[in-house]
C-alpha cells in the first residue's frame, strides 16, 4: 500500500521520526487493535490510535451513553446520552481519521466470544471497570498469544502495564484472583477523577504504538502508578510467577472461564459504575 | 522508621492519608503494627489464615515479596514498602 498526499500530510509528524518514518507510519497503518470497553479507558485510547492511523479499531461494550459517563469518557458528547457506546464510539473515530476501519460489537466480552473477538487482531487493550473482565482478557490474551495493554484506574490512582504473553508476567502473575466483594472500590461509590483515565488511557495507546512499530522498551515486568494527587509516577518491578496459574510452570487454567462473583454489588439496575 | 505507602482503597482507614510511617523487623510486624495504629487495616491487607491476601502485592523498595522471603522479609530503617492491591477502572465492558 503507499499513501496518498493528503495521508502523508496527515501522519507528517510521525512520519518525521526517525523511529517511525514511512515505514513506521504503513505498519500502523495495517494494525489492527482491539479495544475492550468504550469507556473512560476506552476513549482516549481509540480517540489517539485513531488519530495516529491505526488500521482497524475493535470495539466492544454493551453499554449506552449515561449522563454520569462525559465527565471522563471523551469519546461521547452531551447529543449521545442514551445511545450505544460503540456506535457514539465509532462516529467520533470516523470524524477524526476516516482512514480508520471501526469493527463494533454491542455485546459483553465473555468467555465464549473472547478468543473468536480478539484472534483477527495484533494487540488488546483493556479498558474494563471490572476484575472478572480484566481476568478474563488476560487469560484470552495467553491463549491467543496477543499482546495486552492494562489499565486500571481509581479515585485519583491510575496503573498501567503491558502483557507480551508467555515472555513477561501477566495480570494473573501480579494479582493471582480478584478481590472479593466490597474489599476494593471500583463502582460508583469510589469515584474518579476523570482526566485520570485520560492520562492511563495515552499511555495504553503509547504503548500499543510503540509495541506495534517495535521501538523503546515496553512497560512489561514494571507496573506504572500515578498518583494524581502528588503528580508522580513510580515504577514498580515485577517478574513472571512460576507458580501462576495461567502462565506459570504447572497451569490449572486450561480453558476461559468467568469469575463469577462481580465487584460491583452496590451497582443497582439503572445506575452506571464509574469507568 | 519505615514508610509506608497506603493504595487508595485502603485510604478510609489511614485517615486519608497514602503514606504512614511505621516500625518493624520484618513485613509481617510491620502489619502487625500498622493495625495497632489504624485497627482494621491487618484484616484489609491478610486474610483469616494471616497470610497476605491474593489480590494484593507487597512490595519492599519495589521488589515483591513473594520473590524476597514472603511476609518473613526483613526491613530496616529507611525501607519503604508499598502495598498495591489490584484495581479495577476503565469500562463495563
Do not use: W
Not at chain 1, 148 to 167: A, C, D, T
Not at chain 1, 179 to 206: D, M, R
Not at chain 1, 247 to 268: A, M, S, Y
Request: aromatic content about 6%; overall charge neutral; hydrophobic content about 40%.
Amino acid at each position: 500500500m503507499s499513501f496518498t498526499e493528503d495521508q502523508i500530510t496527515r501522519y507528517s509528524r510521525h512520519i518525521l521520526l526517525p523511529e517511525v518514518g514511512g515505514k513506521g507510519q504503513k505498519k500502523i497503518s495495517q494494525a489492527k487493535v482491539f479495544v475492550v470497553g468504550a469507556g473512560g479507558l476506552g476513549s482516549p485510547v481509540a480517540l489517539y490510535l485513531a488519530a495516529a492511523g491505526i488500521g482497524t479499531i475493535g470495539l466492544i461494550d454493551s453499554d449506552v451513553v449515561d449522563m454520569s459517563n462525559l465527565q471522563r469518557q471523551v469519546l461521547h458528547h452531551t447529543p449521545d446520552v442514551g445511545r450505544s457506546k460503540v456506535l457514539s464510539a465509532k462516529a467520533k473515530i470516523q470524524a477524526i481519521n476516516p482512514d480508520v476501519k471501526v469493527e463494533t460489537h454491542e455485546a459483553r466480552f465473555t468467555a465464549e466470544n473472547a478468543l473468536e473477538l480478539i484472534t483477527p487482531y495484533d494487540i488488546v487493550i483493556d479498558g474494563v471497570d471490572n476484575f472478572p473482565a480484566k481476568f478474563l482478557i488476560n487469560d484470552a490474551c495467553y491463549f491467543a498469544d496477543k499482546p495486552l495493554v492494562h489499565g486500571g484506574i481509581l479515585r485519583f490512582e491510575g496503573r498501567v502495564f503491558s502483557i507480551i504473553p508467555k515472555k513477561s508476567a501477566c495480570y494473573r502473575c501480579i494479582f493471582k484472583e480478584p478481590p472479593p466483594p466490597g474489599l476494593v472500590p471500583s463502582c460508583q461509590e469510589a469515584g474518579i477523577i476523570g482526566v485520570v483515565a485520560g492520562i492511563i488511557g495515552t499511555i495504553q495507546a503509547t504503548e500499543a504504538l510503540k509495541i506495534i512499530l517495535g521501538i523503546g522498551q515496553p512497560l512489561t515486568d514494571r507496573i506504572l502508578d500515578f498518583d494524581a494527587q502528588k503528580t508522580a509516577f513510580r515504577e514498580i518491578k515485577t517478574k513472571r510467577n512460576p507458580k501462576c496459574k495461567l502462565c506459570g510452570d504447572n497451569p490449572e487454567i486450561t480453558k476461559l472461564f468467568e469469575h463469577e462473583q462481580e465487584v460491583c454489588q452496590l451497582r443497582t439496575p439503572g445506575t452506571v459504575g464509574v469507568t | 522508621m519505615i514508610t509506608v505507602r497506603i493504595p487508595t482503597p485502603l485510604r478510609p482507614m489511614t485517615g486519608g492519608k497514602g503514606e504512614v510511617e511505621a516500625t518493624g523487623g520484618s513485613v509481617l510486624e510491620l502489619i502487625d503494627h500498622l493495625n495497632g495504629a489504624h485497627p482494621g487495616l491487618k484484616d484489609r491487607i491478610c486474610d483469616e489464615q494471616g497470610e497476605v491476601r491474593r489480590f494484593i502485592n507487597i512490595y519492599v523498595n519495589e521488589e515483591d515479596i513473594r520473590f524476597l522471603t514472603g511476609k518473613e522479609t526483613p526491613l530496616k530503617d529507611g525501607d519503604e514498602v508499598s502495598i498495591v492491591p489490584a484495581i479495577a477502572g476503565g469500562s463495563h465492558g
